[in-house]
């Protein structure tokens, strides 16, 4: 981003996220540049920030920036003053980037991408970038950082433009998950690897899009969200027989989550009844949007369930499939 102690980086993302402590709070510490620090987040108050403080850079995932030009379409702010930040969090789809350029005027506004298990980022568009790389990708690794695209079922590098798992390597990947080896040798191959789980593809110059995801793992306006911990939450409850909790895609969220559950004989419940039982048990971001009943799951031969087909039953009943075709980088 070129900051300098000029610079004052408005900062809406939370602290205790690696977007807010590193690319935040770290990287004003080691450019000299002021720190904007909001609290809270909402679109009004970060934009009265930015204009009362001349603010030069801003930082947010997608549905933050979204708020915010739903703001500036109800009232005037002078955004005037902003030149760069970082767009990250989760896939930033193509045209809120074009906004975030055209309508606050970040003309070297950059997309980056990264997980806190390789910190805090492995690529990021530069403002020298077309303006195409810069909205329709997330840019080339970071120096240090090393990163290949390979086949999820050989390991094998593929193609440039063919789609496969993003892996990293250098001095930003963790060591491990705490006190989980088995996890860590699952994450970290043995030539120091890192696999995403995410997959991507990448261009001849390095340049990547994140075209999906291996993993269960939902990202909800930035925030992860594990079906997993859901699922075992909800098993808790005296009427749920079996349970698979799912992410669907929305054009505010990015994704939401829909929990299945299957009933115990007898039993009969309602939407409500759930989000209830979840109210205050469990961090508010992770209570499933949606809760649907059903007899049985689509499955393998095997007998695994197919998540997948979950998800394109609840796109297609909830009519988002335009909130799945929304291009991101």
């Known amino acids: 981003m070129d900051l300098t102690c000029e610079d004052n980086l408005c900062i809406p993302v939370p602290l205790f996220h690696c977007f807010g402590c590193v690319l935040g709070t770290l990287t004003c510490v080691v ?23 001349r603010c030069t850079a801003l930082h947010g995932v997608p549905t933050m920036f979204i708020a915010e030009l739903e703001e500036m379409e109800k009232k005037q702010y002078d955004t005037s003053s902003l030149r760069t930040g970082i767009m990250a969090g989760s896939p930033c789809p193509i045209e809120v980037m074009k906004k975030v350029i055209d309508v606050m005027g970040i003309t070297q506004m950059t997309i980056a991408y990264g997980q806190t298990e390789a910190s805090p980022v492995i690529t990021q568009t530069r403002p020298e970038d077309s303006l195409d790389l810069r909205v329709t990708t997330v840019g080339r690794s970071l120096p240090g950082i090393e990163v290949k695209i390979v086949d999820p079922e050989s390991g094998q590098n593929v193609s440039c433009g063919v789609q496969g798992e993003i892996c990293t390597r250098g001095y930003h990947v963790m060591k491990g998950y705490y006190k989980m080896p088995e996890a860590t040798t699952r994450a970290i191959d043995n030539e120091n690897w890192l696999h995403t789980g995410d997959l991507g593809v990448m261009d001849k110059n390095g340049y990547c899009k994140i075209t999906g995801r291996i993993k269960d793992m939902i990202i909800r306006g930035g925030e992860n969200i594990y079906p997993r911990e859901i699922e075992e939450f909800l098993f808790t409850h005296p009427k749920v027989l079996d349970v698979q909790v799912v992410g669907i895609p929305s054009k505010k969220y990015g994704e939401e989550s829909a929990a299945y559950i299957k009933l115990r004989a007898g039993e009969t419940a309602q939407q409500k009844e759930f989000t209830l039982f979840c109210k205050n ?29 979950l998800r394109e039953q609840a796109t297609h009943y909830l009519k988002r499939q335009e909130d799945a075709a929304v291009a991101t980088a």
Not at 31 to 49: H, Y
Not at 283 to 298: L, R, T
């Open 281 to 309: 048990k469990i961090a508010f971001h992770k209570i499933p949007e949606f809760f649907f009943f059903v007899d049985e799951y689509p499955a393998t031969a095997s007998g695994k369930i197919q998540k997948y087909k």
């Open 31 to 53: 450019s000299a540049a002021t720190m904007s620090i909001v609290t809270q987040f909402r679109p009004d108050k970060v934009l009265e920030i930015v204009e009362k403080n």
